[in-house]
Antibody, heavy 121, light 106 residues
């Protein structure tokens, strides 16, 4: 069965470091882009960026460039999203998802269950 | 960035009703338009890709149409499991989602 398994909920303080994970199974991890999507009540669903595990090519949404770092470890079929210094405004649910490319069009066809990140002093 | 809007923001409907949700892009996205369904506490699930193509396993009561900037998702006969929030998403320029349309029980 194809699946993406995300790490558990986190509660952090402003200024702290955080790295959450997304482990794939059931398909060839290296051959599909993985994306990260943020969901908040106020801003809805926001695409943060994608990474291609095969060569670690990474593309960020302009809104998130410089705010987060996306990485992968191919040896364990896992993608990561990290913050060097969290803010209260980073409180959200974060989803990883597999990008499917249909020539010219792309969408997310396989999603993790989401990781709730709460940032509060 | 291409902005996506949806209407209505929410609607109430009964089982068996025909439901139509509209999505509009701030500029043309050609046919790079997809639809998702999200239920409370769950991740989004793709229903339709490239305007009108049904994702594998999605019931045929779901359909999509449109082109350029204006798109529609139709549920021909609403079923109990269809009460959810629906999002459109464009992939012509980066990727942006619409704000969602919540479908609940009348």
């Amino acid at each position: 069965e194809e699946q993406l398994v995300q790490s558990g909920a986190e509660v952090k303080k402003p200024g702290e470091f955080l790295k959450i994970s997304c482990k794939s199974s059931g398909y060839s991890f290296n051959n599909f882009w993985i994306g990260w999507v943020r969901q908040t009540p106020g801003k809805g669903l926001e695409w943060m960026g994608n990474i291609y595990p095969g060569d670690s090519d990474t593309r960020y949404s302009p809104s998130f460039q410089g705010q987060v770092t996306i990485s992968v470890d191919k040896s364990i079929s896992t993608a990561f999203l990290q913050w060097s210094s969290l803010r209260a405004s980073d409180t959200a649910i974060y989803y990883c998802a597999r990008r499917f490319y249909d020539p010219g069009n792309w969408y997310f066809d396989l999603w993790g269950r989401g990781t709730l990140v709460t940032v509060s002093s | 960035d291409i902005q996506m809007t949806q209407s209505p923001p929410s609607l109430s409907a009964s089982v068996g009703d025909r439901v139509t949700i509209t999505c509009r892009a701030s500029q043309t996205v050609y046919n790079y338009l997809n639809w998702y369904q999200q239920k409370p506490g769950k991740a989004p699930k793709v229903l339709i890709y490239a305007v009108s193509n049904l994702q594998s396993g999605v019931p045929s009561r779901f359909s999509g149409s449109g082109s350029g900037t204006d798109f529609t998702l139709t549920i021909s006969s609403l079923q109990p499991e269809d009460f959810a929030t629906y999002f459109c998403q464009q992939s012509y320029s980066n990727l942006t989602f619409g704000p969602g349309t919540k479908v609940d029980i009348k």
